[in-house]
């Protein structure tokens, strides 16, 4: 079982930023390629970022140049570095295993974009 804690999210205008932070429970979290999911009440939740455990990335395209993923092993923390933030990219944020294990989600930090 893995335990993941979200933090970071709060209200923020658009072009603002936030640094959302995915706490895993213990040394193991460090095997295991971690992405940030996002959604919206009503909507399908929306994959935005991975990373290896190598430090590889990827990004949903329409965070690409606005969005860091990064992860430090040493603190079992994975990290999102949202700038520019629009509208758009309001949600409650998510980390968890990717593919995603259905016994890991967690609940999830809000991130609330408005002028």
């Known amino acids: 079982q893995v335990q993941l804690v979200e933090s970071g999210g709060g209200l923020v205008q658009p072009g603002g930023s936030l640094r959302l932070s995915c706490a895993g429970s213990?040394?193991?979290?460090?095997?295991?390629?971690i992405a940030w999911y996002r959604q919206t009440p009503g909507k399908q939740r929306e994959w935005v970022a991975t990373?290896?455990?190598?430090?590889?990335?990827n990004y949903l395209e329409s965070v690409k140049g606005r969005f860091t993923i990064s992860r430090d092993n040493a603190k079992n923390t994975v990290y999102l570095q949202m700038n520019s933030l629009k509208p758009e990219d309001a949600a409650v944020y998510y980390c968890?295993?990717?593919?995603?294990?259905?016994?890991?989600w967690g609940q999830g930090t809000q991130v609330t974009v408005s002028s």
């Open positions: 968890n295993r990717f593919p995603a294990f259905s016994g890991s």
């Open positions: 213990g040394t193991i979290f460090n095997l295991y390629t």
């Open positions: 990373i290896t455990n190598g430090g590889f990335t």
